[in-house]
């Protein structure tokens, strides 16, 4: 064979190669982004309720205090979804609450928890989304009335409540507490329900997963904070770990309402490893005493 065929095919071989070993990646950090994704809950909150609805095309009614928000289609359409988004703008739409067109998302969009999620972890979450089929869903208008529709008000109550990531372990953790701390706090955002919100609908820190008979769509959530009396702190590790797979309780009970759609489209999904973490750093944390209770009507 002539030298210059050969150079030509190892040249091509080579490329080839490069090529095969690119679309593997590619392959293995969307695969990483559908486990993410679903630790995210994402799916529950951006699909609708509708029988047969394209997951992630958005149109699913939240009902808050303050209104009904609609999630919008995220899926890779480059008209109605974010097709056209690049790895900047999902970063800062995630982690940073913040619009490609510069406008503050309302915090029905847990980025306040989002925010401390790795860039890496997220991009992987954009790799996998943008693997999905296309809706042409238009967005719904949220139905919220003002001074709460105003989207600029937002500015001040992020200057307010949001505390921009990353996410920071506590001191001397374990890397199994490390590990449940970053998908409780950042991924599974567990907080954004179990913690209770001021009037501003901003999580009061100061009672960190202590329950709220408040919640949304008017639901009571308890306390999960390893209280003895008034919180978890009976439920032993592997009653965790099997409650987040399965919805059942100690007591046999089935679990309900949102709770069990985070089981069915998240935690449920999740390794037998990262379950544990989770349940390891919640009895790690600190326990509060907080009695969660529906008012009588
Ligand atoms: C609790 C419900 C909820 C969850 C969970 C949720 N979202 Fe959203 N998301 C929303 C709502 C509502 C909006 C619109 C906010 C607004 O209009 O200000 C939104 C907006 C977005 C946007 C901006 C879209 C646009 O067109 O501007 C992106 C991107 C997004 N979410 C991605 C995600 C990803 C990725 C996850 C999982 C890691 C996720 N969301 C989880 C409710 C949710
Ligand atoms: C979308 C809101 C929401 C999110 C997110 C959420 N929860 Fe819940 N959780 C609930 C509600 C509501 C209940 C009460 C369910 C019921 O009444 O059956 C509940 C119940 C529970 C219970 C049962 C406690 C008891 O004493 O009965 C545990 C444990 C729990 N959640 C853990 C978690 C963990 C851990 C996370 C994060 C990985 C999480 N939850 C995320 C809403 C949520």
Redesign the pocket.
Same mark, same amino acid.
């Given at each position: 064979m002539p030298l210059r065929t050969m150079t030509f095919c190892g040249v091509f071989v080579g490329c080839m190669l490069m090529l095969w070993q690119s679309l593997v990646i590619a392959e293995t950090v969307a695969q990483k982004g559908a486990y993410?994704?679903a630790a *995210? *809950? =994402?799916f *529950? =909150?951006?699909t609708n309720t509708v029988k047969d609805s394209q997951p992630f095309a958005g149109g !699913?009614a939240?009902k808050t205090p303050f209104g009904v928000? $609609?999630? @919008?289609? #995220?899926t890779p359409d480059t008209k109605n979804? #974010?097709g056209g988004?690049s790895d900047a703008q999902?970063l800062k739409?995630?982690k940073n609450g913040v619009? @490609?067109s510069g %406008?503050? $998302?309302?915090p029905?969009?847990?980025?306040t928890s $989002?925010t401390k999620?790795t860039d890496e972890d997220?991009l992987a #979450?954009?790799a996998y989304?943008f693997t999905l089929p296309k809706a042409a869903t238009i967005?719904k208008p %949220?139905e919220v009335s003002a001074p709460f529709s105003w !989207?600029w008000l937002?500015w001040g109550w992020r200057l307010l409540f949001f505390d921009e990531g990353p996410y920071v372990a506590a001191s001397g953790a374990s890397e199994k507490i490390a590990r449940g701390g970053y998908l409780v706090q950042a991924?599974t %955002?567990c907080g954004?329900c179990h913690t209770p919100r001021n009037v501003f609908g901003a999580v009061n820190n100061d009672l960190y997963l202590a329950g709220t008979a408040d919640g *949304?769509e008017g639901e009571l959530v308890p306390n999960i904070t390893p209280d003895m009396e008034t919180g978890i702190g009976d439920w032993s590790e592997a009653d965790l770990v099997s409650f987040m797979k399965s919805g059942m309780m100690p007591d046999f009970d089935n679990v309900q309402g949102s709770m069990a759609e985070v089981i069915d489209h998240s935690l449920s999904k999740l390794t037998d490893g990262d379950l544990a973490a989770i349940a390891g750093y919640l009895k790690s944390i600190k326990p509060i005493r907080n009695v969660v209770t529906k008012p009588k009507s």
């Amino acid at each position: 064979m002539p030298l210059r065929t050969m150079t030509f095919c190892g040249v091509f071989v080579g490329c080839m190669l490069m090529l095969w070993q690119s679309l593997v990646i590619a392959e293995t950090v969307a695969q990483k982004g559908a486990y993410l994704t679903a630790a *995210g *809950g =994402c799916f *529950g =909150c951006h699909t609708n309720t509708v029988k047969d609805s394209q997951p992630f095309a958005g149109g !699913r009614a939240l009902k808050t205090p303050f209104g009904v928000f $609609y999630s @919008p289609n #995220i899926t890779p359409d480059t008209k109605n979804g #974010i097709g056209g988004w690049s790895d900047a703008q999902f970063l800062k739409a995630l982690k940073n609450g913040v619009s @490609p067109s510069g %406008h503050p $998302y309302f915090p029905v969009f847990p980025y306040t928890s $989002y925010t401390k999620i790795t860039d890496e972890d997220a991009l992987a #979450i954009k790799a996998y989304l943008f693997t999905l089929p296309k809706a042409a869903t238009i967005d719904k208008p %949220h139905e919220v009335s003002a001074p709460f529709s105003w !989207r600029w008000l937002q500015w001040g109550w992020r200057l307010l409540f949001f505390d921009e990531g990353p996410y920071v372990a506590a001191s001397g953790a374990s890397e199994k507490i490390a590990r449940g701390g970053y998908l409780v706090q950042a991924l599974t %955002h567990c907080g954004e329900c179990h913690t209770p919100r001021n009037v501003f609908g901003a999580v009061n820190n100061d009672l960190y997963l202590a329950g709220t008979a408040d919640g *949304g769509e008017g639901e009571l959530v308890p306390n999960i904070t390893p209280d003895m009396e008034t919180g978890i702190g009976d439920w032993s590790e592997a009653d965790l770990v099997s409650f987040m797979k399965s919805g059942m309780m100690p007591d046999f009970d089935n679990v309900q309402g949102s709770m069990a759609e985070v089981i069915d489209h998240s935690l449920s999904k999740l390794t037998d490893g990262d379950l544990a973490a989770i349940a390891g750093y919640l009895k790690s944390i600190k326990p509060i005493r907080n009695v969660v209770t529906k008012p009588k009507s």
